[in-house]
């Protein structure tokens, strides 16, 4: 059973750093690519960031700059770092983990962490 946590989640200022994490049970990152999520109230869950098995990352416009995607294959731990946070940066976020079983695309999700971005 694949399972995924995230944490690190909360309320900072504008301008204030957060960094969120993924522990995943029941897997290995081996060969798989993660991706963090958010999804604002009333809006379309969003991609925000990836990093596949061999550490190429890719960003959303609006977080290039601010954000970093990494990944500690012997933690079995996906991080997000975020800085010069943004109100508009508010959502809930989630990471997912993915990959091609042969017989087609398997992907798990966590349960979501909440961050806030407010003065």
């Known amino acids: 059973q694949v399972q995924l946590v995230e944490s690190g989640g909360g309320l900072v200022q504008p301008g204030g750093s957060l960094r969120l994490s993924c522990a995943a049970s029941g897997t290995i990152f081996s060969g798989k690519t993660m991706d963090w999520y958010r999804q604002a109230p009333g809006k379309e869950r969003e991609l925000v960031a990836t990093?596949?098995?061999?550490?190429?990352?890719t960003y959303a416009d609006s977080v290039k700059g601010r954000f970093t995607i990494s990944r500690d294959s012997a933690r079995n731990t996906l991080y997000l770092q975020m800085n010069n946070l943004k109100p508009e940066d508010t959502a809930v976020y989630y990471c997912?983990?993915?990959?091609?079983?042969?017989?087609?695309?398997?992907?798990?999700w966590g349960q979501g962490t909440q961050v806030t971005v407010s003065s």
């Open positions: 990093i596949t098995s061999s550490r190429m990352t």
């Open positions: 997912d983990i993915r990959w091609n079983t042969g017989a087609g695309i398997r992907n798990y």
